[in-house]
């Protein structure tokens, strides 16, 4: 157990409303990332972060954009929610010897409509 | 760049048969493997590792195996049982590139029947 929650764990949002979705650790590691799953497409890397303030972009992160003020809080933010953003969302945090593990939190479901 | 190909699912396996899924990837040089499993609902637990040529990652009664001349990774079971259902996910951590990222493969589901 890594430590790590999501919240919220399910949401139904409109068309062109923004949602923010959090990521929480408890061990203080410096790498969070953040998922999006669809069936056939596996995991897909959205945005990354190595420290607090420090983030990049990772394969698909149109439309997603994201913040971390604190080590533990990773938020992943989607600034007019669109249908093709349905999908599950997953946080993930990296620790282990040179940091190459990464450890998953439970997902988020989020529908928009 | 880095890929990860996996075969496709669903693999439907009856209890205490051999499992194998296969794993294949491109990549410079000498990566880090990994085995996730994704039950349903719920997050990836990362499974095994190896991080050099012919590791063997093993645990829970899957193993793996690094080979480099075949830039393979294939997961291996000898006696399924109906808990193991979930879907795979074989990843790697390439050599190029920051942040630690890892490329996953699109998943494969295994389903064990009694």
């Known amino acids: 157990d890594a430590g790590i929650t999501q919240s919220p764990r399910h949401k139904v949002t409109e068309t062109g409303t923004p949602v923010t979705l959090r990521c929480h650790q408890t061990?203080?590691?410096?790498?969070m990332y953040w998922y999006r799953q669809d069936p056939g497409h596996g995991l897909r890397l959205i945005h990354y972060?190595?420290?607090?303030?420090?983030?990049d972009k990772g394969e698909v992160s149109d439309g997603y954009s994201v913040s971390r003020s604190k080590t533990e809080d990773f938020l992943l933010t989607l600034e007019s929610a669109t249908s093709s953003q349905t999908s599950v969302y997953f946080c993930?945090?990296?620790?282990?010897?040179?940091?190459?593990?990464?450890?998953f939190g439970p997902g988020t479901r989020l529908t928009v409509t | 760049g880095d890929s990860v190909t996996q075969m496709e699912g669903p693999v439907t396996l009856s209890e205490e048969a051999f499992l194998t899924i296969n794993c294949t990837y491109t990549?410079?040089?000498?990566?880090?493997l990994f085995w996730y499993v994704q039950y349903p609902g719920e997050g990836l637990q990362l499974l095994l590792k190896?991080?050099?040529?012919?590791d063997k990652g093993s645990n829970k009664g899957f193993e793996a195996t690094y080979r480099k001349e075949t830039t393979s990774f294939h997961l291996e079971k000898g006696s399924v049982q109906v808990s193991d259902s979930a879907v795979y996910f074989c990843?790697?951590?390439?050599?190029?590139?920051?942040?630690?990222?890892?490329?996953f493969g699109t998943g494969t589901q295994l389903k064990v029947e009694l």
């Open positions: 190896a991080t050099k040529a012919d």
């Open positions: 990843a790697l951590r390439g050599l190029t590139g920051g942040g630690n990222k890892l490329t």
């Open positions: 061990e203080n590691h410096r790498y």
């Open positions: 993930a945090i990296s620790k282990g010897d040179r940091e190459y593990e990464q450890y």
């Open positions: 972060s190595y420290g607090v303030k420090d983030t």
């Open positions: 990549a410079t040089g000498y990566p880090s």
